[in-house]
């Protein structure tokens, strides 16, 4: 059985920081790529940030700059440190993992999640 956990969630002023973690445990036989997502109510989810085992990056538009993914695969963990926050960065932060190499950037490819850590960032 998989199982990642988060952490780091919480409330926040705009301009403040935050950094979440994703640990995966049980039987990951790979992780390709390991990714934070998002989920506002009443909207869909979206790719914020993912990284891949050969440490190529993405990040979407609006995050550029002020977030920063990174990842220890020995420990099988990801980080995503959030810098600058903003009202609109206010959701439900999920991260996950796709084993096997292709399409790093769709959220059906990925296999494993966490079950989120709420971010709310006060105006």
């Known amino acids: 059985q998989v199982r990642l956990e988060e952490s780091g969630g919480g409330l926040v002023q705009a301009g403040g920081s935050l950094r979440l973690s994703c640990a995966a445990s049980?039987?990951?036989?790979?992780?390709?790529?390991m990714g934070w997502f998002r989920q506002a109510p009443g909207k869909q989810r979206d790719l914020v940030a993912a990284?891949?085992?050969?440490?190529?990056?993405y990040y979407v538009d609006s995050v550029k700059g002020r977030f920063t993914i990174s990842r220890d695969s020995a420990k099988n963990t990801v980080y995503l440190q959030m810098n600058s926050l903003k009202p609109e960065d206010t959701s439900v932060y999920y991260c996950?993992?796709?084993?096997?190499?292709?399409?790093?950037?769709?959220?059906?490819?990925?296999?494993?999640w966490g079950q989120g850590t709420q971010v709310t960032v006060s105006s």
């Open positions: 996950a993992v796709k084993q096997y190499a292709g399409r790093w950037l769709d959220d059906r490819q990925y296999d494993y």
């Open positions: 990284i891949t085992s050969g440490g190529i990056v």
């Open positions: 049980g039987r990951i036989f790979s992780s390709y790529a």
